[in-house]
């Protein structure tokens, strides 16, 4: 079994001004778990269809390995009182075939 992890990156409000270059706080949701667990419990979406926008690592779509959920957290209470903003980032495998990484891909709405 493929074996998929996600991530997370947060970033906490800043005074105006001040470069933000790295995450405040990041690390792993899950780790080696099936696509549809690294769906349901890493992103927190029960379909696919469901997601928010995503971008992959590349572009052409050519050996992507991961996709990035950019303002994951987008409307939240957490988002909209205290301005922390999270990503989340889905992981594939080494061992996926590239026909496997395009066909996630367009799981989730992207096109080659």
Same mark, same amino acid.
């Given at each position: 079994m493929a074996k998929f992890s996600v991530t @997370?990156? &947060?970033y906490f409000p800043h005074?105006?001004?001040? /470069?933000?270059?790295?995450a405040d706080e990041s690390g792993f949701v899950i780790e080696d778990v099936?696509? &549809?667990? #690294?769906?349901w419990l890493g992103l927190e979406y029960r379909e696919a269809s469901w997601a928010g926008a995503c971008? #992959? /690592?590349c572009w052409p779509l050519r050996g992507v390995r991961w996709?990035? @959920? #950019?303002?994951?957290n987008d409307c939240t209470r957490e988002n909209i009182e205290r301005g922390i903003s999270e990503s989340r980032s889905l992981h594939f495998? /080494?061992?996926l075939t590239e026909s496997s990484?395009?066909?996630?891909? &367009?799981? @989730?709405g992207l096109k080659a």
């Open positions: @997370f990156e &947060r005074d105006d001004g001040e /470069d933000i270059c790295e099936s696509l &549809r667990e #690294a769906v971008e #992959a /690592d996709l990035t @959920f #950019a303002c994951w495998p /080494d061992t990484r395009r066909r996630i891909c &367009r799981l @989730f």
